[in-house]
C-alpha cells in the first residue's frame, strides 16, 4: 500500500504544493490532525483524525486498501512527526513530499532571511530560552503549551534580554493571521495563541559561530579562582560538549566553565560540583546573570557529592582536592565512556593526573600544556606579563 506524508504548508490551502495536492485527491484515506483535515471539506475518501506518529501508524494497519496521504503541518522535514512516523511503517510505500515550512513563510511575511536562523522548538517540550538568544543573531521559536509567545518573552526579560527586537505570528496564512512586532518585553504584554512563532534577534550574541572563550569580564568575580579565558577555550575544545548532554564541572569555582558548557548545551544538564559555600554563591549570580536555567549547583565535595548525579557524557574536573584518583573512577563507574578532561595547575596534580592515565585503562590521552602572556601598562609602555601554565590531560573511558 502506497502512504504519502503531504506537508500541507501553514494551513492556507492556497501554500499548498501541485505535487502534494495531486497526492492528496488520489489518495482514497486523510489522516492528520483535526485542523490540517479541515481544510480539506470536499474530500471525497476516508478520514481519521490522528496526530501521533504512533497513533497514525495503527491507523494505517488496520486499512485494506490505499492509497493513504498522511497531513502534516508546514514541511515534513521541520520538527514534523513525519520523523517518527518513517520508521513506523516498514512493509509499505512511502513517498514524503515538502511542504512551505512555518519558518520560510514568516520570514518571507516580516522580509528577512533565514539562513542564519537558530531553530528551536519549544511546543510541548521542556527547555530554557535565553541560552538560545544569547548566542545566536536570530532564534526561532515554534510555541506551543506551557511555551506560548508571551511566556518565552517574559522568561527572556527576566533574562535581562527584554529589549532585543523581536517579532510573533500567530495563525499563519490564515484569515485570522496576526504578525507583531516589537522588544521581547513590549510581545511579554501581549497575548498569543497556541498555533504561533516567535523569531528574536540579538545583534551582539555573546558566543557568535559557537566559538568557546568569553572575556573574563564577563563574569562575577570574588576570591574564588576562575579558569581564564585563553585556558577556558582549550579545555572546551578538548571537552568536545554536545547539545542535550550532561556534562559536569566539578571543583567549579565561579563557574566560568559551567556557565560556557550551559549556554553551549541548552537542550542538555550542566551539573557545577562545588564544596565551598562562598564558590556556590558566586556560581549562582553567574548562573542568574546568564538566566542559565539548564544548570544546576551541587553543592558538595567530590567524589561523595557526584553519586546522586544522572551519568555524565563528560566532566571537566577543575578542582580535587587531593581526590583526583577518587573522582575518575567514580566517573568511570557513572559512564565507562565518559570523556574527561582535567586542568592541573600545580605539580602534584600533574602527577596524579599523570598516574591515571597509567593505571587506568582509558582512550585518546592526551596532554598539553597551556602559557599565556598577557599585556599590561607599564608607564607610556606595555609589557607582557606570564600567568601560571595550566597542564591539560584529556582523555575517555574504555566503554
Known amino acids: 500500500?502506497?502512504?504519502?506524508?503531504?506537508?500541507?504548508?501553514?494551513?492556507?490551502?492556497?501554500?499548498?504544493?501541485?505535487?502534494?495536492?495531486?497526492?492528496?485527491?488520489?489518495?482514497?484515506?486523510?489522516?492528520?490532525?483535526?485542523?490540517?483535515?479541515?481544510?480539506?471539506?470536499?474530500?471525497?475518501?476516508?478520514?481519521?483524525?490522528?496526530?501521533?506518529?504512533?497513533?497514525?501508524?495503527?491507523?494505517?494497519?488496520?486499512?485494506?486498501?490505499?492509497?493513504?496521504?498522511?497531513?502534516?503541518?508546514?514541511?515534513?522535514?521541520?520538527?514534523?512527526?513525519?520523523?517518527?512516523?518513517?520508521?513506523?511503517?516498514?512493509g509499505y510505500?512511502?513517498?514524503?513530499?515538502?511542504?512551505?515550512?512555518?519558518?520560510?513563510?514568516?520570514?518571507?511575511?516580516?522580509?528577512?532571511?533565514?539562513?542564519?536562523?537558530?531553530?528551536?522548538?519549544?511546543?510541548?517540550?521542556?527547555?530554557?530560552?535565553?541560552?538560545?538568544?544569547?548566542?545566536?543573531?536570530?532564534?526561532?521559536?515554534?510555541?506551543?503549551?506551557?511555551?506560548?509567545?508571551?511566556?518565552?518573552?517574559?522568561?527572556?526579560?527576566?533574562?535581562?534580554?527584554?529589549?532585543?527586537?523581536?517579532?510573533?505570528?500567530?495563525?499563519?496564512?490564515?484569515?485570522?493571521?496576526?504578525?507583531?512586532?516589537?522588544?521581547?518585553?513590549?510581545?511579554?504584554?501581549?497575548?498569543?495563541?497556541?498555533?504561533?512563532?516567535?523569531?528574536?534577534?540579538?545583534?551582539?550574541?555573546?558566543?557568535?559561530?559557537?566559538?568557546?572563550?568569553?572575556?573574563?569580564?564577563?563574569?562575577?568575580?570574588g576570591k574564588a579562582p576562575m579558569t581564564k579565558s585563553e585556558v577556558r577555550s582549550v579545555i572546551l575544545s578538548k571537552l568536545r560538549p554536545q547539545n542535550g548532554e550532561t556534562l559536569y564541572d566539578v571543583g567549579a569555582g565561579t563557574g566560568s566553565v559551567a556557565v560556557e558548557l550551559a549556554l553551549q548545551n541548552p537542550a542538555g544538564s550542566v551539573y557545577a560540583v562545588e564544596r565551598s559555600p562562598d564558590c556556590c554563591e558566586l556560581i549562582a549570580k553567574n548562573r542568574d546573570q546568564f538566566a542559565l536555567g539548564n544548570l544546576e549547583i551541587i553543592a558538595g565535595k567530590a567524589p561523595e557529592a557526584l553519586g546522586p548525579l544522572p551519568a555524565p557524557d563528560a566532566a571537566f574536573v577543575g578542582g580535587s582536592s587531593g581526590n583526583l584518583r577518587e573522582i575518575i573512577e567514580a566517573l568511570i563507574q557513572?559512564?565507562?565512556?565518559?570523556?574527561?578532561?582535567v586542568s592541573a595547575v600545580t605539580l602534584e596534580t600533574a602527577a596524579q593526573a599523570t598516574a591515571c592515565l597509567r593505571d587506568y585503562d582509558l582512550r585518546d590521552a592526551e596532554i598539553v600544556q597551556v602559557a599565556v602572556s598577557r599585556a599590561d601598562p607599564v608607564g607610556s609602555c606595555h609589557m607582557m606579563r606570564a600567568q601560571n601554565p595550566v597542564t591539560i590531560f584529556s582523555t575517555r573511558g574504555k566503554g
Not at 62 to 70: C, I, N
Not at 153 to 178: I, K, N
Not at 197 to 212: A, F, Q
Open 334 to 341: 557513572k559512564n565507562p565512556a565518559v570523556r574527561i578532561v
Open 93 to 221: 510505500e512511502v513517498e514524503i513530499l515538502c511542504g512551505v515550512s512555518s519558518l520560510s513563510y514568516f520570514a518571507a511575511r516580516i522580509g528577512i532571511p533565514w539562513e542564519d536562523v537558530k531553530l528551536v522548538s519549544l511546543h510541548g517540550r521542556e527547555g530554557n530560552p535565553g541560552p538560545w538568544v544569547r548566542a545566536n543573531r536570530r532564534t526561532f521559536f515554534l510555541t506551543g503549551g506551557k511555551w506560548r509567545v508571551q511566556d518565552i518573552c517574559r522568561r527572556l526579560c527576566d533574562a535581562g534580554l527584554g529589549e532585543l527586537p523581536a517579532f510573533a505570528g500567530e495563525e499563519l496564512s490564515y484569515s485570522g493571521e496576526r504578525i507583531a512586532s516589537g522588544t521581547v518585553h513590549a510581545l511579554a504584554q501581549g497575548s498569543f495563541r497556541d498555533l504561533a512563532v516567535l523569531l528574536v534577534e540579538n545583534p551582539r550574541p555573546l558566543t557568535p559561530s559557537g566559538v568557546p572563550g568569553l572575556p573574563d569580564s564577563c563574569f562575577i568575580r
Open 1 to 90: 500500500m502506497k502512504v504519502t506524508i503531504a506537508g500541507v504548508g501553514p494551513g492556507n490551502s492556497g501554500l499548498l504544493t501541485a505535487q502534494a495536492a495531486g497526492a492528496i485527491s488520489r489518495s482514497r484515506v486523510l489522516i492528520g490532525a483535526p485542523r490540517l483535515l479541515d481544510g480539506f471539506p470536499d474530500h471525497p475518501g476516508e478520514k481519521f483524525a490522528a496526530a501521533a506518529p504512533r497513533e497514525i501508524a495503527e491507523r494505517i494497519s488496520t486499512l485494506s486498501q490505499g492509497p493513504v496521504a498522511v497531513l502534516v503541518s508546514g514541511d515534513p522535514g521541520f520538527f514534523s512527526a513525519a520523523k517518527r512516523l518513517g520508521g513506523l511503517l516498514a
